[in-house]
């Protein structure tokens, strides 16, 4: 059985390994991104700075055939 210490800090290093993974998912849409438009306008890196995985991996998928950034990046219903 852990200790409430123990916990603490097995909890706050799942949360920094998922942090991380977060970080990475959005550094490989960035590079595919840039390889894909060129370089990139200040819009794009606050779209992606905090992205929940969910929305950086929606917007990978729609980087692939997109015509252009704003499409990646559309709100889409439903």
């Known amino acids: 059985m852990l200790t409430i210490a123990e916990q603490w800090e097995q909890q706050a290093m799942e949360r920094g390994i998922e942090r991380g993974i977060e970080q990475g998912e959005a550094r490989l849409l960035k590079q ?5 438009f060129g370089a990139l306008p200040p819009w794009v890196e ?15 998928k729609r980087a692939l055939d997109a015509p252009d950034l704003a499409t990646v990046f559309a709100e889409r219903s439903g």
Do not use: T
């Open 32 to 36: 595919l991104l840039s390889w894909r």
């Open 46 to 60: 606050s779209q992606l700075a905090g992205a929940r995985p969910e929305r950086l991996e929606a917007w990978a």
